[in-house]
């Protein structure tokens, strides 16, 4: 099993300010198959980034991801309000796993 | 555009079998895409409980995978989660997903919460 390793549990930043998330795996992430989910309180996950680096259908470009093998970033170049959520890792690499980092809040300093 | 709508019993008690269905909409069950079940227990992260095709090929968390079972109803557009055996510890929101082959889950349901109680 690859376990996803994320940090800080909570980072708290001002609007307009740039954020910085990392993920890490215990072992390589196959072909980068990692991805990153936006969560709000009560809705389900919104897919962020695919692959690592490419952006989902309708995601702003202030989003975006980097990395391979056993260390991804997620950043967000100028924080929006309603970017506040809790974000998530996830690698879809290794069948038949698909586990989950155990998410970094982003909470409004 | 994929919708997914989970529904069944909001508590279920103890060793006793959680059962819920996803009802998709806006698609074909029997496109080619995997149909998911992902829980979160409040105030905690995500958990991928297994995995759908429309063939019935499944795959299943290890973790859980002695007791789950999920299935598909192609006639229906809609595929199923039973998890057997349950405790307190599997109270969670249960989330149905859709991904494609090496793709990560771009459509989710609202979720449902289940609770496990006597």
């Known amino acids: 099993e690859i376990v996803l390793t994320q940090s800080p549990g909570t980072l708290s930043l001002s609007p307009g300010e740039r954020a910085t998330l990392s993920c890490r795996a215990s072992?390589?992430?196959?072909?980068?198959?990692l991805a990153w989910y936006q969560q709000k309180p009560g809705q389900a996950p919104r897919l962020l980034i695919y692959?690592?680096?490419s952006r989902a259908t309708g995601i702003p470009d202030r989003f975006s991801g980097s990395g391979s093998g056993t260390d991804f970033t997620l950043t967000i170049s100028r924080l929006e309000p309603e970017d506040f959520a809790v974000y998530y890792c996830?690698?879809?690499?290794?069948?038949?796993?698909?586990?989950f980092g155990q998410g970094t809040k982003l909470e409004i300093k | 555009q994929v919708q997914l709508q989970e529904s069944g019993p909001g508590l279920v008690k103890p060793s006793g079998t959680l059962s819920l269905t996803c009802a998709v909409s806006?698609?074909?069950?029997?496109?080619?895409?995997?149909w998911s079940w992902v829980r979160q227990p409040p105030g905690k992260g995500l958990e991928w409980i297994g995995e759908?095709?429309?063939?019935?090929?499944?795959n299943y968390n290890p973790s859980l995978k002695s007791r789950v079972t999920i299935s598909v109803d192609k006639s229906k557009n809609q595929f199923s989660l039973k998890l057997s055996s349950v405790t307190a510890a599997d109270t969670a929101v249960y989330y149905c997903?859709?991904?494609?082959?090496?793709?990560?889950?771009?459509?989710w349901g609202q979720g449902t919460l289940v609770t496990v109680s006597s």
């Open positions: 996830q690698q879809y690499g290794s069948s038949p796993e698909y586990t």
């Open positions: 692959g690592a680096s």
């Open positions: 806006g698609g074909s069950i029997s496109s080619s895409n995997w």
């Open positions: 072992q390589s992430v196959s072909s980068s198959y």
């Open positions: 759908i095709y429309h063939s019935g090929s499944t």
């Open positions: 997903a859709k991904r494609s082959t090496w793709s990560p889950f771009d459509y």
